[in-house]
Nanobody, 111 residues
Framework: VQLVESGGGLVQPGGSLRLSCAAS????????MSWYRQAPGKERELVAT????????NYVDSVKGRFTISRDNAKNTLYLQMNSLKPEDTAVYYC?????WGQGTQVTVSS
């Protein structure tokens, strides 16, 4: 079982990034999936969750209207589209599902 994130980087405030999480070793389409993040000195927090079919999503209040979680079950891939990024979005972002964590991808929002 493996989850591999990609797509992080350095972006200016107001910019956008799209994170991807490639899943393998389990039946991806059967499981709800989530994105978490952990900023320096802070606890890991749940950012967004999507149901197995993709029909329902939930977000932490701080990203509502700016982030969109989605999935492509044919490609076994989870996404997080992040728009209007703020410095406080700086964190390591992790995907999680099937009781498994990815290794994380760094997102830094700075001018």
């Amino acid at each position: 079982v493996q989850l591999v994130e990609s797509g992080g980087g350095l972006v200016q405030p107001g910019g956008s990034l799209r994170l991807s999480c490639a899943a393998s070793g389990f039946t991806f389409r059967n499981y709800h999936m989530s994105w978490y993040r952990q900023a320096p000195g802070k606890e890991r927090e749940l950012v967004a969750t999507i149901t197995s079919s993709g029909s329902s999503t939930n977000y932490v209040d701080s990203v509502k209207g700016r982030f969109t979680i989605s999935r492509d079950n044919a490609k076994n891939t989870l996404y997080l589209q992040m728009n209007s990024l703020k410095p406080e979005d700086t964190a390591v972002y992790y995907c999680m599902g099937f009781n498994t964590w990815g290794q994380g991808t760094q997102v830094t929002v700075s001018s």
